[in-house]
């Protein structure tokens, strides 16, 4: 067991399966990418910079996809509660998984063509 799956066995059943199926979205998109935690939640990096983070809270999954990734998508993520790099995605809604894959390559080919 490595430090992500810790991490996601510290929370309720439901909130397992989903931070289990982020995690599968981003390595799907990015096999590459380099899993541990960072800032206390799962991170990935590819070529040594970050990719994207998520964390669950109460009533939300975090997601953390700097702000590039977040002003890509401003208009897909205008529906959630937001921060500067962040989105909240609530625990009662829906989880855009497709989304999130879209982001996650984004962010792939942002940090591959820098």
């Known amino acids: 067991m490595n430090d992500v799956d810790r991490y996601i066995t510290l929370f309720p059943e439901q909130v397992q399966e989903i931070l289990s199926e982020i995690r599968t979205v981003i390595l799907k998109e990015v096999p590459d990418a380099e899993e541990k935690i960072s800032y206390g939640m799962p991170g990935y990096y590819l070529n040594a910079k970050p990719l994207v983070y998520f964390a669950a809270y109460k009533n ?6 700097t702000p590039t990734g977040h002003e890509k998508f401003e208009k897909q993520l205008a529906v959630y509660k937001q921060g500067k790099g962040s ?6 809604n829906e989880i855009p998984y497709k989304l999130i894959a879209e982001i996650v390559k984004f962010r792939e080919d942002t940090i591959k063509n820098k």
Do not use: E, R, S, T
């Not at 989105?87 to 009662?92: R, Y």
């Open 60 to 65: 939300h999954i975090g997601f953390y996809a």
């Open 87 to 92: 989105v909240q995605f609530p625990l009662d």
